[in-house]
């Protein structure tokens, strides 16, 4: 049946001192090397986890403070144009009040100038109906009673038509 040898004993008696001189050898520290690969594996999975949630915390917080100066830089915007709309009306309603002043101004001149002409016209008037007179009558009363003269039939006209017309 199963013949037994020296030489296949042998070979198994060198078997098993190989396998012994392995493990103690090579196995052990084979085994020492892979549990230390495992747990350098392990721990960069760990800090690239940690880093993973600190780099998403941190994009959050980026996040939140962009948000933060965009809204500072709405209201900035907002209370600029605000700012830039009250600028201009409170120009516009300087413009308008200066325009009306103007306009005012500009009235009172021309009334005053109107009542200059008046003026001048009733001298002119007066001035031309003496010497008329005096042309008629061939002399000149004495010039206070023809400045009298002039002053009553003004007021008389004046009184009456409520002055020369325009």
């Known amino acids: 049946m199963f013949d037994l040898n020296m030489t296949l004993i042998a070979q198994v008696l060198n078997f098993f001192v190989l396998l012994v001189i392995l493990k103690k050898f090579a196995y052990k520290p084979l085994l020492d090397l892979m ?38 830089a709405q209201v900035i915007l907002d209370k600029a ?32 100038e109107q009542q200059k002409a008046m003026m001048e016209l009733r001298n002119e ?23 009298q003269i002039i002053a009553d039939v003004l007021s008389k006209l004046d009184d009456k038509q409520g002055g020369l017309p325009c």
């Open 81 to 112: 144009n605000k700012l830039a709309t009250e600028t201009r009306e409170e120009i516009i309603t300087q413009a308008r009040a200066e325009q009306e002043r103007l306009i005012a101004a500009a009235r009172d001149q021309i009334a005053r």
């Open 35 to 72: 549990e230390a690969r495992r747990q350098r594996v392990i721990s960069d999975l760990e800090n690239a986890e940690k880093n993973k949630i600190a780099s998403e915390e941190l994009k959050a917080t980026y996040e939140k403070q962009l948000a933060e100066v965009k809204h500072e």
């Open 125 to 147: 008037v007066a001035s031309l109906s003496m010497l008329v007179a005096t042309q008629i009558v061939g002399k000149s009363i004495d010039e206070q009673k023809d400045k």
